[in-house]
């Protein structure tokens, strides 16, 4: 039987780590308010204040919770403006994630007249993810189950997966 070098199963089992350490997380906005018009006491920041608490990387997610509203994902312009003809996503049924596929800016406002003037609007900002080189040392705060967990705290249990798969994959190498 002829013998199989271990050092190539080994160096393809290291080089396939690096899909362990992708998290991504889902936000709640609004957490336990969801998406409504603030009231007048909270003031027409509400959104864009719970947006400036996080940070959104490529491949999050945001859910938005409402009743009798709606959501758009529109440009800057049709942001500043409040309104959009043809918004780049439209959504009313209540309960919408959208998938944050890109790095840069979104920008969200309500589809019911007058709730954008008063408020209901919201800026995320992207950020692209790190590359592995430049090590995984950033925090969040607040995934959508209205719980504060840091991403600093997932990317540690990626660690404890990247040991499993390590122990397992030499475990398997250690066979041949």
Not at 143 to 156: G, K, L, M, V
Request: include cysteine; glycine fraction near 8%; charged fraction near 20%.
């Amino acid at each position: 039987m002829a013998s199989i070098s271990k050092a190539p199963l080994l160096i393809l089992l290291l080089f396939s780590l690096h899909f362990f350490t992708v998290i991504s997380v889902e936000f709640l906005v609004g957490e336990e308010h969801g998406w409504a018009l603030p009231s007048s006491k909270e003031g027409d920041q509400r959104y864009n204040e719970w947006a400036s608490k996080h940070r959104f990387k490529v491949g999050d997610t945001i859910h938005f919770k409402y009743q009798k509203d709606s959501i758009m994902v529109v440009t800057e312009e049709e942001y500043n403006k409040c309104h959009s003809s043809h918004p780049i996503l439209f959504s009313n049924n209540g309960d919408t994630i959208v998938s944050l596929d890109r790095p840069g800016l979104f920008f969200f406002i309500s589809g019911v007249t007058g709730h954008c003037e008063r408020g209901q609007k919201m800026i995320i900002k992207v950020l692209e993810l790190p590359s592995p080189e430049s090590g995984a040392g950033h925090n969040s705060t607040g995934p959508s189950n209205n719980t504060t967990t840091s991403r600093s705290s997932a990317d540690s249990s990626s660690g404890v997966l990247e040991m499993a798969a390590l122990t397992v994959g030499l475990f398997i190498v250690s066979l041949f």
